[in-house]
Nanobody
């Protein structure tokens, strides 16, 4: 079992940056691929980024070059640095975990956090 707790959401203006954190419980953090998804009102939950190791990353095309996913295995934490945020990226951002390897498909992730709200004003 893995428990995930996200933090770092908030209200920002278009073009601003924000860093989300996701703290994971358990002693086998390195065995899990971690991912971020987001869900805007009235829309399906969509993939944002995933990481297994520092050289095994994958991003949605819409966030490439602006978002950076990273993990600190000593702290059992995964981060999502979001730069140049856009109003259409207003959503609840969710952290997810699955036994490695990584995936961009939400149905392949058995563990989810409660989500953190990110609101980007224009």
């Amino acid at each position: 079992q893995v428990q995930l707790v996200e933090s770092g959401g908030g209200l920002v203006q278009a073009g601003d940056s924000l860093r989300l954190s996701c703290a994971a419980s358990g002693r086998t953090f390195t065995a899990y691929a971690m991912a971020w998804f987001r869900q805007a009102p009235g829309k399906e939950r969509e993939f944002v980024a995933t990481i297994w190791t520092s050289d095994r990353l994958y991003y949605a095309d819409s966030v490439k070059g602006r978002f950076t996913i990273s993990r600190d295995n000593a702290k059992n934490t995964v981060y999502l640095q979001m730069n140049s945020l856009k109003p259409e990226e207003t959503a609840v951002y969710y952290c997810a975990a699955r036994p490695a390897p990584f995936s961009r498909y939400r149905h392949e992730y058995p563990y989810w956090g409660q989500g953190t709200q990110v609101t980007v004003s224009s």
